[in-house]
């Protein structure tokens, strides 16, 4: 079956540090990518998303490639704040299908 | 525009009480789903409903979970007779057709 596999964390940065969380998938047909986002004591928020192959996907300085042929969808950002301490769930969506597979999630701690 | 909402945010109780969660989803949103991660693990689907009916309950753990959507508004999560198992973060999401998935603050589940 479709699914989801994230690096495990937590992943713990200094201020101002590159930023890299992988995800690789499997799915059968052709899915739609996202990454969403759990911030301390808050909900889930889609933070980007990218619907087919070499579509990147972009939001608050976060950014990800749908790449086919290794079949990845890795999250990036150039320059993290504390603000971004927070869970990201990479996940995805086959084209047709309502239901949303999901990563195990991957904690972000970002130090001053 | 209000977002997703559910309510209780917490809920404390013992094994084999019964909870209800409720969701009330994004105005105009036909389409309502159940999500929950226990102990940290990946977000699972549950269930999904389009308008009042269950259009897939392949998610569902057994039959002592029971969701409703009567009218195709809110929506109801029970669990009866609540196991030390169930325990964990209980998320809704609401969208219109195929389109984003919107999440909301989930319900935290402790049994005891």
């Known amino acids: 079956g479709d699914s989801v596999t994230q690096m495990e964390g937590p992943v713990t940065l200094s201020e101002e540090a590159f930023l890299t969380i992988n995800c690789t998938y499997t799915?059968?047909?052709?899915?739609?990518l996202f990454w969403y986002v759990q911030y301390p004591g808050e909900g889930l928020q889609l933070l980007l998303k990218a619907t087919k192959a070499d579509d990147k996907g972009s939001n608050k300085g976060f950014e990800a490639t749908y790449r086919k042929e290794t079949t990845s969808f890795h999250l990036e950002k150039g320059s993290v704040q504390v603000s971004d301490s927070a869970v990201y769930f990479c996940a995805l969506r086959n084209t047709g299908g309502f239901k949303t597979i999901f990563g195990a999630g991957t904690r972000l701690f970002v130090k001053a | 525009e209000a977002g997703v909402t559910q309510f209780p945010s917490h809920s404390v109780i013992e094994k084999g009480q019964t909870v209800t969660l409720r969701c009330d989803p994004i105005s105009g949103h036909d389409n309502l789903y159940w999500y929950r991660r226990v102990m940290g693990k990946e977000i699972k689907f549950l269930l999904h409903?389009?308008?009042?009916?269950?259009?897939?309950e392949s998610g569902m753990p057994n039959n002592r979970f029971l969701a409703e959507r009567t009218g195709g508004t809110y929506s109801t999560l029970k669990v009866q007779p609540a196991e030390l198992e169930d325990s964990g973060v209980y998320f809704c999401?609401?969208?219109?057709?195929?389109?984003?998935?919107?999440f909301g603050p989930g319900t935290r589940l402790l049994v005891l």
């Open positions: 799915a059968t047909g052709y899915p739609s």
């Open positions: 999401a609401s969208s219109f057709g195929q389109e984003t998935q919107y």
């Open positions: 409903f389009v308008k009042e009916s269950k259009q897939d």
